[in-house]
């Protein structure tokens, strides 16, 4: 996609700091972290959401975020890790990425939820659920 900000990065359009890179995925931290070291894990090729994504992608993926833990728990000193990706609507880059976020016990990041809207637990099971 000639107008994607994470296949630009990929062609080294432009600048980012990368912790990792192979034929199939690239690793840098993120220019807007919410901790220190928050990391995209992204793959070369563009798939719109995970849905997309080849499983044997997927799963170097997944070992890659395994070992990159390790290596922050080590360097980093985190205490804890939050992976997250977004798709549709909630996702900003329209190119499957994992944030790779790590956690801190004082960090103070906080999710915050829309308490007003939010349906009773039961009702929401029952809409899942027919």
Do not use: W
């Amino acid at each position: 996609m000639d107008n994607c900000l994470f296949c630009k990065i990929i062609k080294k359009e432009i600048p980012s700091e990368i912790i990792f890179e192979d034929e199939d995925v690239l690793v840098f931290l993120d220019i807007a972290p919410t901790t220190n070291g928050d990391t995209l894990i992204i793959p070369k090729h563009h798939y719109k959401d995970m849905f997309d994504v080849p499983r044997e992608l997927l799963n170097h993926i997944e070992e890659l975020y395994k070992e990159l833990y390790k290596k922050y728990k080590e360097k980093l000193h985190c205490d804890g890790l939050t992976l997250t990706t977004n798709m549709d609507y909630a996702q900003e880059i329209k190119h499957f990425h994992v944030h790779f976020i790590p956690r801190y016990e004082n960090d103070e990041v906080k999710y915050l939820s829309n308490r007003e809207i939010l349906k009773d637990l039961k009702e929401i099971k029952n809409i899942i659920d027919n």
